[in-house]
């Protein structure tokens, strides 16, 4: 069973919702990215996502951005981010995802692509400027490798695009709270409650809520149609903040304690 699916069978047991971790790999360094998502690990996140540097992160707003930027300026590359992975799997057991644009997937090529991902024992992929019409192939290369392709929706998606959706979908569903990019809000905004409820009327599979999640209350908040959130933002920033390696470990490792 893949990792993702069994956690979320786990979570559900015990009437829990799940943390699933953001960070930028390779800000500030790659060694400090391995270091902190053991740490994450260790701090509750039931699951974490390795993003890869893009230069033109579309889907992302001003904190992952420039966080992106410093990771190309240090040379970091999807393969890179991969055997950061094949190392991470070797003392951790939590599931591991990569969240990458698919101009890098492109370039690697699809087949090596899927290839070093299944070898680094990944559990989820997340392309999130892939059309969902033209996700069929490398689809059906992760189902092959035992790896789900992790599709998004956002308040925007039509009541046919929600079928569609989860009819290819696997692990869980990537519920976007706005219309909008990434970023740590205050509140959520209704139209977040409204997909969850939307998408959960169409599926029994698990469902993750991200784009603006920063606080326990707003974790709180949410009904039972979310099975996780997702935090990327608010710990992208925390890391952004500096001081030394142990600083940083021990300043996102105390914030995400605060959710459990």
């Not at 069973?1 to 069994?6: E, G, H």
């Not at 800000?27 to 902190?36: A, H, Q, S, V, W």
């Not at 090596?112 to 892939?130: C, K, Q, R």
């Not at 997909?195 to 784009?211: C, H, I, M, Q």
């Amino acid at each position: 069973m893949n990792r993702i699916d069994k956690k979320f069978a786990e979570l559900r047991a015990a009437g829990s919702k799940g943390i699933i971790a953001y960070v930028t790999a390779g800000d500030p360094d790659l060694e400090t990215t391995e270091k902190l998502v053991c740490r994450l690990a260790d701090s509750g996140a039931a699951m974490v996502e390795l993003g890869v540097p893009f230069s033109d992160p579309v889907a992302d707003g001003p904190v992952i951005q420039a966080a992106a930027g410093r990771a190309l300026k240090n040379g970091v590359t999807l393969k890179d981010v991969l055997e950061l992975a094949r190392r991470l799997r070797s003392r951790l057991e939590i599931p591991l995802l990569v969240m990458t644009y698919y101009n890098p997937v492109y370039s690697f090529g699809l087949e090596s692509f899927v290839h070093a991902a299944s070898s680094s024992d990944l559990d989820g992929v997340i392309v999130p400027d892939l059309p969902l019409e033209e996700s069929e192939a490398l689809s059906k290369e992760l189902q092959q490798s035992g790896l789900h392709l992790i599709h998004l929706l956002a308040p925007t998606s039509s009541p046919g695009r929600i079928k569609a959706a989860v009819k290819k979908a696997g692990g869980f569903i990537y519920c976007v709270s706005v219309s909008g990019v990434t970023g740590a809000r205050n509140d959520l905004p209704a139209s977040g409650y409204e997909l969850l409820a939307r998408v959960r009327s169409e599926t029994d599979l698990p469902l993750a809520l991200g784009f603006g999640i920063s606080r326990p209350e707003q974790v709180s908040a949410l009904g039972a149609e979310a099975d996780a959130v997702i935090i990327g933002s608010a710990i992208v920033r925390l890391v952004e903040e500096g001081g030394d390696r142990d600083e940083i470990l021990e300043r996102v490792a105390s914030y995400l304690k605060k959710f459990s």
